[in-house]
């Protein structure tokens, strides 16, 4: 019923408004219950050392290369669960690094994929970076969170720490599922 809905919704709606119906609609299947009766379903989440072990695995990467950043780590809801800034990572970096983890978590999709965005109305929500710097935590089909990482001159740089920090993990995630 309520898919019905949405895809009613979907087609008549403008480009942004589209976007976001689409990816609520891709949220909502992750949450349905593999027994449509069942009174309440399962979500998988990072534990706090994982999303430290993310955290701190992206800023290492970071610093090997010479840049100076923080890494975040956000659940699937973007709720922020880890937050590593290394010694000389711009105070921005904070706030950036966030809304890049918060932008991926909500939107399914690594912060790159989503600069064609960027002068689209969606772009200036509160709390949405657009930058590439923000990947998503997922193993075995299960999205866990993101990362995002924001402080190197680029952000492929970010992007590229960001995926580090999923590397470091995702063994122990895939061997979980």
Do not use: H, W
Not at 55 to 74: E, F, I, K, N, S
Not at 111 to 129: D, F, K, V, W
């Amino acid at each position: 019923m309520i898919f019905k809905i949405f895809s009613k919704l979907v087609s008549v709606a403008p480009g942004p408004l589209r976007l976001i119906l689409v990816f609520t609609l891709v949220g909502f299947t992750q949450f349905t219950a593999a027994d449509e009766n069942s009174p309440y379903f399962s979500i998988k989440r990072l534990t706090m050392e994982t999303a430290n072990a993310v955290a701190l695995a992206a800023v290492l990467d970071c610093r090997a290369q010479g840049v100076q950043a923080t890494a975040t780590v956000v659940d699937k809801n973007g709720i922020v669960q880890a937050v590593v800034r290394d010694t000389l990572a711009p105070p921005v970096s904070l706030t950036v690094s966030r809304q890049k983890a918060y932008t991926a978590a909500n939107f399914s999709v690594a912060t790159s994929e989503l600069q064609r965005q960027a002068n689209s109305a969606l772009a200036n929500l509160p709390g949405l970076m657009m930058g590439a710097g923000g990947v998503l935590i997922e193993a075995g089909g299960t999205i866990y969170g993101a990362v995002g990482v924001s402080g190197a001159p680029s952000g492929e740089t970010d992007e590229a720490c960001a995926n580090a920090g999923v590397a470091a993990v995702i063994d122990d995630l895939e061997m979980a599922d």
